[in-house]
């Protein structure tokens, strides 16, 4: 009885059991069990692949096998090639993929076959695609963890950047076309029309992250009305741009049908003019440091945030933390002007003198 219970009976639990258990190991030690025994092998199959995260279970160094002694070039390449492995298998075993991660640098293009985006585009067929619900990456802050780059020309910097752009604009449109249940997406994101008119395929999304990619861009009016007039199914957003400030500054106005949840709280100069959002329950807004030409307190001439919710959001119940009484949109409260003082920039509720 002692040597029986020094062991959990694994073996005599149902299949569906074990995997169930198989299925919260990573990427590795799902690949390691499944060496262990024919049984095991076997139950490696479609269902245990739900969730693939490229930007930690692969591992971003060398295989304890790997010849070579000196980080580098190397260990990039071994793990692009793991990568492409680990696809070729997918690919063979056709699992029922619902959530993807990856972080990678688009901008890393090598002359061999371990180039890393190739690799995944290749990997990414329609049919492991098919039944993605959540996506979540990163292209654009991931540099070759293997080399140190040193110091970069400017040049050099701006070829790098607009090569980063013309790679992500080519991925994501192939990226768009096989997904097309996808329902939460993650992702930097720039507003150039390529992308825009890739982003509205997603009819199904319901959930949409778009952070910022450079620290100063231009938003068109035209391109926030056509994302959220092509998306009907969109529930929540959280918006991140850094737009620039002064004589140039554009409010925005934001029109929505199903919108219940809005996040631009880390969103530099987006100032908000009208909104027409009939389900928005909850928004989440601050206001900055801005940067760019400056604009004096007396040619401010901003609408009160009060005035525009109260108008546009009819269902609102929280701005930040703070929970509506049901009196806010006629009777400004003392706990609402605490909060519209903090976060509003209109003439009333800003106290600096430069915005």
């Not at 390691?32 to 971003?60: K, P, Y």
């Not at 688009?106 to 695609?129: A, H, K, T």
């Not at 982003?199 to 938003?219: A, D, F, H, I, M």
């Not at 609408?303 to 009484?325: E, M, R």
């Amino acid at each position: 009885m002692e040597e029986a219970r020094q062991y959990f009976p694994f073996e005599m639990l149902p299949d569906l059991c074990k995997q169930k258990i198989f299925s919260y190991l990573n990427a590795v030690d799902k690949g390691h069990s499944a060496q262990v025994c024919t049984n095991w092998r076997d139950l490696m199959s479609s269902s245990v692949w739900d969730t693939i995260d490229l930007s930690s279970d692969l591992g971003f160094g060398c295989l304890p096998s790997a010849t070579h002694s000196v980080e580098g070039k190397e260990c990039h390449e071994c793990y692009c090639k793991r990568v492409n492995d680990f696809f070729i298998y997918l690919n063979r075993i056709q699992p029922t993929i619902r959530r993807l991660d990856f972080y990678f640098d688009i901008g890393d293009i090598n002359n061999n076959s371990n180039n890393y985006l190739d690799n995944i585009q290749r990997g990414l067929i329609p049919s492991l695609c098919k039944h993605l619900r959540y996506v979540r990456v990163n292209w654009k802050d991931s540099r070759d963890r293997w080399l140190d780059p040193g110091h970069q020309p400017d040049q050099d910097a701006v070829y790098s950047y607009k090569l980063h752009l013309r790679r992500f604009t080519h991925f994501f449109e192939y990226f768009t076309t096989i997904v097309p249940s996808l329902t939460t997406l993650i992702l930097p994101f720039d507003w150039n029309q390529k992308t825009i008119q890739s982003l509205t395929r997603l009819k199904s999304l319901q959930s949409l992250v778009l952070k910022r990619v450079v620290c100063s861009q231009s938003l068109m009016q035209s391109h926030l009305d056509l994302v959220l007039s092509e998306l009907p199914s969109l529930k929540q957003l959280l918006l991140e741009v850094w737009l620039p400030s002064g004589d140039g500054l554009i409010p925005y106005t934001l029109k929505s049908d199903s919108l219940e949840n809005l996040d631009i709280s880390e969103s530099h100069g987006l100032y908000l003019n009208h909104v027409d959002m009939p389900h928005l329950k909850g928004i989440r807004i601050a206001r900055h440091i801005l940067h760019g030409p400056l604009k004096t307190f007396n040619r401010l001439n901003l609408p009160c945030l009060h005035s525009v919710l109260s108008n546009g959001a009819p269902t609102l119940s929280k701005i930040n933390d703070h929970y509506l009484q049901p009196n806010w949109r006629h009777e400004i409260y003392v706990t609402l002007e605490e909060v519209l003082r903090a976060v509003c920039s209109c003439r009333n509720h800003l106290t600096d003198l430069i915005v």
